[in-house]
C-alpha cells in the first residue's frame, strides 16, 4: 500500500478543498493510503479510516510568508512535519499546493539534494500539439548560473526518458530568437555549456514553439518558466473567454455550442491545468510533488495520483542512479 | 498627406507580403503615400503611383544576422537608409518586419534618443479580457538595470495615457508570485524603485493576471516581456488547434461550429495577433513601428496603420514634451 502524507494547510483553498480532495481520491483510487497533516481542529472534520491516518501540526505557512524565514519561525508547521515523515520512511511522498518557496527550502532542508545536484528545481508536465514536454525550472530558483540550466537540461532529460518514456529527448533552451547567439546572458552561456553536453541539445526554443511540441525537454531559470506558465494559463482562460463572449452575443452561435457539447467538453479538459496535477520537484533526496497554489478537490486528486506514479516508477531512485552515472562518465558536468 | 517609409526587405515573408500588404493598404487608406525602401529590382515589380515613391536600397538585415555587425557592416541596408529618410524629414515614420534588434541599433544610431531616455523599449498592446495592456519592454533589451524599468514604466504610462486614452493608469511589474518580496534581483530592486516613484503602481503581477486586465500598463525586461508575447501567441494558437481536433472528431459539433461561424469568425479575429498592427519603439526620436516578424500583408497593413495614428497623434512629440516634464518635476527619476 502506497502510503502519501499530504499537507491539508497548502493552497489558496486549504483546507477545504485539499480535505475534498483527499476525500475523492480515498474512495476511487484504493491502493492508496494517506497521511493528513495539519491542526487537529482542521482533521478532525475528517472521517478518520484504516487509509486516513491524521497527524497533527498546529502551524502552517500562508502563501504570502517569505519561506526562509517561516522555516526558521514555524518548526511545527504542517509542511515540515509532512517532510519529516517521508525522511523518517513513514510515507513515500509529500504532496502540498501551498508556498512552494517552503517547500522547496523545507525539502532542501529536510531531505537534503541528490549526490551531484547543485538547485533541485520543479519540473512542469506541459500539454502541445505533439507529445507532452517536461517545462524546468518552473519556479524554484529564480536566480540562476548557466550551470544551473545545464543540470536542469540532465534532469528534465532523465524525467522525460524514464519517466515519460521518451527515448533520447530533444532538450531546448527557452530564449527569444531561434539562433544560438540570441538570448540574455544567462541563456547564452547556458547555450554553450548545452551544445557541448551529450544531451540531445537542438537550441534556443521560442515561445510560440514549446507548445508546437519542437521539445521535450525545456529548460529556464525559475523566474521566467513561472511566468511562461502562469501566462500560458492565462491565455488559455481569456482566450476560452473571450469565445464564450462571442458566442453568448448570437442565439445561432449559442445553439450550434450546445451541439458541440461534448467536443467542448474533451476540449476543456485536455486545456484545463487542473488534469495535469503536481509538479515534482527533481533533485531532492524523496518524492515531493507541488501542487498548483489554485488547487480545488480535482487539482489535489490528480496531484495525488502524479505522486502516486512517481513512487511507483521509483522516479527519485533512477534519478539518483542515472546522476551517479552521469558524474561517473563526465565528472565535468555535474559537480 | 502623411508619409510612411516601409522596409520592403523586412520580415519572414519579405518582400512578397510585405509588397503586397503596401498595395492593399494604398487601395484602402486614401490619406497616406508610402516610401517603400529595398532593392531596385524587387521595387520594380511595385506598380508606380503618386503615392508610392521607390527608394532603391541595394542591402538588406536578415532576420539570423547579429544587429551590431549589420549595422557596421551594411551602410547601404534597407532599414538604415529607411531611418535616414526619417531624419532627413522626408517620411514622418518608419515601418519595418525585419531583424528587430537591427532596427532597434539602427534606430540609436540614426535618430538617437530622446533626451532623458536611456534605454529606448518596444510597447506592444495586448488584448485583455479588460481594456487594451500596455507591455513595455517587449524585446529591445534583453539585460537591464532597475532604472530601466523604472523609464518603462514611465513612458508606458505616458503611452497609455495620451495614446489609449487612459487616465492615471496602473502600472505593475510582471513577476511570480503578487507580493513584493517575490521576484528575481532585478524586480524586487525594481519594485522599490516603482513604488517611490509617482506612478499609479499596483505591485507585482503574475502573468495570470495580465490577461485579467488588472493593470494597463505590464513592466519588464526585454527577454521576459518578449517570451511573454511569443508563449502567448503559442498558446492561443494551441488551443484553438486543439479545439478544432476536438471538434473534427465528431459530426454533431462539426454542424454545430458551422452554425457558430459569424461568432467564431469574430472570435479569431479578436484573438489575432495580426489585427493589433505594430509596436513602437518607444524613446527614440521618432516614430518607428516594428512589424511582427511574421508579418503577412494583413499584418503589414494593420502596422502602417498604426504608424498612420502615432503621427496623427504626436506620439513622439507628446512623448518628448511629457518627458521634459518628468524631468523637471524630478530630476532623479529620470535621469
Chains 1, 2 share one sequence.
Not at 515531493?288 to 511507483?312: P, Q, Y
Request: glycine fraction near 10%; proline fraction near 5%.
Amino acid at each position: 500500500m502506497i502510503r502519501i502524507a499530504l499537507d491539508v494547510m497548502g493552497g489558496d483553498f486549504a483546507p477545504h478543498e485539499i480535505l475534498k480532495g483527499a476525500q475523492e481520491t480515498l474512495k476511487k483510487v484504493p491502493d492508496l493510503s494517506l497521511v493528513l497533516v495539519g491542526p487537529e481542529e482542521v482533521l478532525r472534520s475528517f472521517p478518520a479510516s484504516s487509509r486516513a491516518e491524521r497527524v497533527p501540526a498546529p502551524e502552517w505557512v500562508s502563501m504570502e510568508e517569505s519561506p526562509s524565514e517561516a522555516l526558521r519561525k514555524k518548526p511545527r508547521a504542517s509542511i515540515r512535519k509532512a517532510l519529516e515523515l517521508l525522511k523518517a520512511g513513514e510515507v513515500q511522498a509529500v504532496v502540498s499546493a501551498g508556498n512552494s518557496g517552503a517547500t522547496y527550502a523545507g525539502a532542501l532542508f529536510v531531505l537534503g539534494r541528490l549526490p551531484g545536484v547543485r538547485r533541485p528545481a520543479i519540473a512542469t508536465v506541459l500539454p502541445t500539439l505533439k507529445r507532452p514536454a517536461v517545462l524546468i525550472d518552473a519556479g524554484a530558483n529564480v536566480d540562476c548560473k548557466p550551470i544551473h540550466l545545464l543540470q536542469f537540461g540532465y534532469m528534465g532529460a532523465l524525467f522525460a526518458e524514464k519517466i515519460l518514456g521518451i527515448p533520447y529527448p530533444r532538450v531546448g533552451i527557452l530564449s527569444i530568437g531561434e539562433e544560438g547567439g540570441k538570448g540574455n546572458f544567462l541563456v547564452k552561456r547556458a547555450h554553450t555549456l548545452l551544445s557541448q553536453s551529450d544531451l540531445n541539445f537542438v537550441g534556443n526554443l521560442e515561445g510560440r514553439q514549446i507548445y508546437l511540441g519542437e521539445a521535450e525537454v525545456i529548460v529556464c531559470d525559475g523566474f521566467v518558466g513561472n511566468i511562461c506558465l502562469k501566462v500560458s494559463e492565462g491565455v488559455a482562460e481569456a482566450v476560452t473567454e473571450m469565445l464564450k463572449m462571442e458566442v453568448k452575443k448570437d442565439p445561432l452561435a449559442l445553439l450550434g455550442f450546445s451541439l458541440a457539447r461534448k467536443a467542448l467538453r474533451r476540449f476543456k479538459k485536455r486545456t484545463d491545468w487542473r488534469e495535469y496535477g503536481g509538479a515534482p520537484l527533481l533533485g531532492v533526496n524523496g518524492v515531493v510533488i507541488i501542487g498548483h497554489g489554485r488547487s480545488d478537490a480535482l487539482a489535489i486528486k490528480n496531484a495525488l495520483l502524479v505522486a502516486k506514479k512517481f513512487i511507483e516508477t521509483q522516479l527519485v531512485e533512477r534519478l539518483s542512479e542515472a546522476l551517479k552515472q552521469e558524474k561517473a562518465q563526465k565528472n565535468q558536468a555535474l559537480q
